[in-house]
Every structure is written in structure tokens, then in C-alpha cells.
């Protein structure tokens, strides 16, 4: 429980990091239904490609500017902190962001680039996937490996024992914690996130959908 805690601080802090569009490394996969074929390690492909950069186009979040493409992200009050303030989203403008709106809500949308957008989200998908390899790696729980989709809806977890513990099974949180987020700052949130739980034969021991938590 403790260690679960512990991920959640740290997911929380990277958060705040990723809110002002920090540079960092990568990692995503390109399955989307089928189960998740991703490694929580490596960076061979880019979190923002051009199929992902005209999804957001058709969304509605690109625009042009002076001639340049940019993308609008609205963060939720929740992920923008409290202490944010407009002058101070103005004085970090430039290098990470072009610029950054505080919202009557508290929610921050912030205008970027197609590079700045892809640099804000590499460095969230760095940060997932080091927290989740630090799962497989700990002794609390019997997970032998994890596996995600490319925009991290679909979570295959692989575990040493028969049945899914009380630990494993409060990890769920977590794994709909990283799917939503990164909808937000991807720009089309993820209706729902799935995570499946399997044995080392790869038996489907239990299914769990974030859904099913708003009923």
C-alpha cells in the first residue's frame, strides 16, 4: 500500500512537470484493441506522429498561427495546480509553450507547437513507463510485466500467482489514473481504460474497465 502511495506522489509530481512542458524521452506502441504488445521500456517510436497530429486536427485542437501549426491543450483545475497564476504562465511562456490561458475554472489551456506538444508528451510517457517498470521490479506485488497500448486505454498485466491480490487489484487505480491523464494532455481524452490481468500462461484471471466506476 505504501509503495502504491508512493507511485501516486511521484505520478503526481511528474504531472506537474508535464503541465509546463518539460523535454524527455519516449515510449508507445501502436496495438490498439488487440492485447497490448508494448514493453514499459524503449523508445522507438514517437508519442505524437503525424496520424496522432491530424486526429488532433480533426478534433478541432489545431490551428494556425503566423503560419505555424499549433495545438491547443485545456488541463483540467485538478492537473493545473492551485497555485497557478496568469502572471506566471506568462513569464514561463516561450521555450516550452507559446503561451497559457488561466480559465475562470481553474483549468489552464495552453497553445503549443507540434514539437513542444510531442516534448510535453514524451516526457509524461517517460515517467508512466518508469513508474510502471517499477512495479514489475518491486517486491510488493506478484507482477512479472506489463504491457500498453500506444495511447495507454488497454493495460495487460502479467502475474506470478493464480489469483489477483488485494495489492494488484488497488493498482488498477493507478493504470486508469495514467490512461485518463494522458488522454487530457493528448488532446482526446480516452472514454474508458481497460486493464487485464493475467496468469504466467497467459490465462485471463480478471478484466477491469474504469467505466464501471461511474455506475
Known amino acids: ?7 501516486l506522489l511521484v505520478f ?7 503541465a509546463c512542458g518539460a523535454p524527455a524521452g ?3 506502441t501502436d496495438e490498439e ?3 497490448a504488445d508494448s514493453q514499459t521500456t524503449g523508445n522507438e517510436e514517437d508519442a505524437v506522429d503525424d496520424a496522432a497530429w491530424d ?7 489545431i490551428k494556425t498561427e503566423n503560419g505555424v501549426l499549433t495545438v491547443t491543450i485545456t488541463v483540467p483545475a485538478d492537473f493545473a495546480g492551485e497555485d497557478v497564476t496568469q502572471a506566471k504562465l506568462d513569464e514561463e511562456a516561450g521555450e516550452k509553450f507559446i503561451s497559457a490561458k488561466l480559465n ?3 483549468s489552464v489551456t495552453y497553445k503549443m507547437t507540434k514539437k513542444q506538444h510531442k516534448a510535453m508528451l514524451d516526457n ?20 512479472t510485466g506489463i504491457k500498453h497500448n500506444k495511447d495507454y486505454t488497454q493495460f495487460d498485466v502479467t502475474l506470478s500467482t493464480e489469483d489477483v491480490g488485494l495489492a494488484e487489484s488497488f493498482m488498477v487505480i493507478a493504470f486508469y489514473m495514467y490512461g485518463g491523464v494522458y488522454g487530457i494532455f493528448s488532446g482526446h ?3 474508458d481504460v481497460t486493464v487485464n490481468y493475467y496468469n504466467a500462461n497467459g490465462d485471463l484471471l480478471q478484466s477491469a474497465n474504469s467505466a464501471d466506476m461511474a455506475e
Do not use: H, R, T
Open 26 to 28: 519516449n515510449d508507445a
Open 1 to 7: 500500500m505504501k509503495k502504491l502511495i508512493s507511485l
Open 189 to 191: 481524452e480516452a472514454a
Open 55 to 61: 486526429e488532433l486536427e480533426s478534433l478541432g485542437n
Open 12 to 18: 503526481c509530481m511528474m504531472l506537474s512537470l508535464a
Open 104 to 106: 475562470d475554472d481553474g
Open 33 to 35: 484493441n488487440a492485447p
Open 124 to 143: 509524461m510517457v517517460e515517467g508512466m513507463d518508469e513508474a510502471l517498470q517499477e512495479m514489475i521490479d518491486s517486491d510488493d506485488y506478484a507482477i
